[in-house]
């Protein structure tokens, strides 16, 4: 099944990534988010960065009028009715996101594929919720999306051989790099990568160090590109907190249990990049 008209629910920083990555590979795009208004935001910030490309000479300018032009600001969910594929990228909740399943799998064709970027929900559980789980999957996408070449893609018990092929040949259309995981809390990238990030967190919380050198330390020593630290800042602390929650919860092993400096910056609103103060304050030039 070739996916030609590409349905975006959720046009953050994942979303908006997904789309503008569409959008460039020669795929009609349809963005939606919880309004109208915050959808066109999404296509604004795709504007800009491919912008920023064509001052680079990354990008030609008729080839980002080109992509633009293919993306369509949904006016509500309904607009996804022609749509051979949906990708959601809204918040890391699992009630959340199988409430909107069950939207979408009631509007959507009954041949189109159901796909989230969730990066630690189980694709079974919010398969069993539509009445086509076996074209429900996971295609999870790494932050910044039009930067990170790697796309996890993630089989539920009931996903069929189509399902998972048709995403793998939308992957490469992508430009991306595939791995497959089994339906397995936090799958690959994550079942790694938050312990090490929460680890860091309770090493900050014990005094070990400051969070600057916390991150030196890694970066230097063990050759990282990013200090967990700001890595943590940078995907959201509210995500870091969801994705360990998931692990202790699903593997059961108190190893994964969030260190409490972490749910404390959650509760204080302190979520990183985003909300402008996480581990470091992003309302003044570091």
């Known amino acids: 099944m070739a996916v030609r008209t590409l349905a975006v629910v959720g046009a953050g920083q ?49 080839a980002r009028s ?3 032009a293919r993306i369509k600001v949904a006016k509500a ?8 594929m949906s990708v959601e990228a809204v918040v890391e909740n699992q009630a959340a996101k199988e409430a909107l399943f069950r939207k979408l799998d009631a509007i959507l064709p009954p041949q189109a594929i159901l796909a989230t970027n969730t990066s630690s929900i189980s694709i079974t559980a919010i398969a069993a919720v539509t009445r086509r789980p076996a074209q429900v999957v996971g ?13 996890e893609v993630i089989r539920g018990l009931q996903t069929s051989d189509a399902t998972y092929q048709a995403v793998l040949d939308l992957a490469k259309k992508l430009g991306k790099t595939t791995v497959t995981s ?33 991150d030196t330390a890694v970066k ?31 593997l059961g092993d108190d190893k994964y249990r969030p260190a409490p400096i972490l749910r404390q910056y959650v509760a204080a609103g302190w979520l990183g990049r985003k909300s402008g103060r996480g581990f470091y304050d992003y309302s003044k030039p570091r």
């Open 14 to 62: 994942m979303g908006g990534g997904i789309a503008q990555v569409a959008a460039q590979a020669g795929i009609d795009v349809i963005l939606a988010d919880a309004t109208p208004e915050l959808a066109q935001k999404g296509v604004d910030r795709i504007s800009a960065a491919l912008a920023k490309l064509v001052e680079k000479g990354k990008l030609e300018a008729a």
């Open 66 to 68: 080109a992509a633009l």
């Open 77 to 84: 969910l309904e607009d996804f009715g022609g749509a051979d």
């Open 139 to 151: 295609m999870h996408f790494m932050n910044p999306v039009p930067v990170m070449q790697l796309v």
């Open 182 to 214: 089994r339906d397995s809390p936090a799958f690959i990238v994550n079942r790694i990568l938050i312990p090490l990030l929460n680890e860091a967190c309770f090493a900050l919380q014990e005094g070990l160090a400051s969070a600057e050198d916390i």
């Open 220 to 250: 230097l020593g063990l050759n990282h590109p990013m200090g967990p630290l700001t890595l943590a800042d940078f995907v959201g602390l509210d995500t870091c907190l969801s994705i360990a929650e998931v692990l202790q919860r699903e």
